[in-house]
């Protein structure tokens, strides 16, 4: 019994985690396009800008330690011991989207055809990560848990809650934009939100109507065998 659970935990977070490989290629792109990022890691990316010497990836996980405590203030005694396992995968995420910036520097962007190519690219990767990532049903994304406490506590829908969050976060992003450079989309330089951003956030989610059956049908039987 041991082996086989040993056998379904490695299995379970070996599918999880080239999940959020893909999630974290997907964030790549989406900066590499210079048109916008998706709205949870325009925080991250705009501190980027403002101290470079900090990474994203590294933002990105202390805005991730960030969701956690607001969970835990929500939930009080709710919390379960089990979220945490949210803490390892934001530094795992973290340095992925570190790893993924720098394999992506590469990338030729020159013509605004190609950009737009790598957003589109980035929806695709990020639909198809994310289900990924789910359906493993092992790491959890602090901010994707962080969304359904929210519609938990206040009995408001996933989808609407996900929508104010993403709303937030740019907001909070385009105002220390402004602060810092003058400018709500970046430094000038870099572009953090733009028409990029808008196209994450509607397309994604109509993406994975079409990516998640596909997914089902390819991981589904990897995953039945982690449980024999």
């Known amino acids: 019994m041991a082996k086989k659970t040993l056998k379904n935990i490695i299995i379970r977070y070996g599918v999880a985690t080239f999940g959020l490989i893909l999630v974290a290629i997907g964030v790549a792109l989406s900066l590499k396009s210079n048109l916008g ?8 990316a705009v501190l980027n800008l403002k101290w470079g010497a900090i990474s994203v990836g590294t933002f990105t996980w202390m805005m991730h330690i960030i969701f956690i405590l607001t969970q835990m203030i929500l ?9 945490l396992m949210q803490i390892p995968a934001a530094f795992v995420f973290g340095y992925l989207c570190d790893a993924a910036i720098w394999a992506c520097q590469g990338i030729p962007a020159a013509t605004y055809a190609a ?11 990020t639909a198809v990560g994310i289900h990924i ?11 994707d848990k962080l969304t ?3 519609a938990q506590v206040t009995g408001t829908k996933f989808s609407n809650v996900k929508i104010v969050i993403d709303v937030v976060l740019v907001l909070l992003s385009a105002g220390f934009a402004w602060l810092s450079f003058r400018s709500f989309f970046g430094d000038g330089a870099d572009i953090v939100i733009r028409e990029g951003t808008l196209i994450l956030a ?3 989610g109509l993406c994975m109507k079409l990516t998640d059956p596909i997914v089902d049908r390819l991981f589904f039987p990897i995953l039945k065998k982690a449980d024999e």
Do not use: H, N, Q
């Open 202 to 204: 509607l397309l994604t």
């Open 75 to 83: 939930l009080g005694r709710k919390f379960k011991a089990e979220y």
């Open 115 to 125: 950009r737009m190519a790598l957003c589109l690219a980035s929806v695709l990767l």
């Open 37 to 44: 990022t998706a709205p949870v890691s325009c925080p991250p």
């Open 148 to 150: 359904d406490v929210i």
């Open 133 to 143: 990532e789910v359906v493993a049903g092992a790491w959890i994304l602090a901010g």
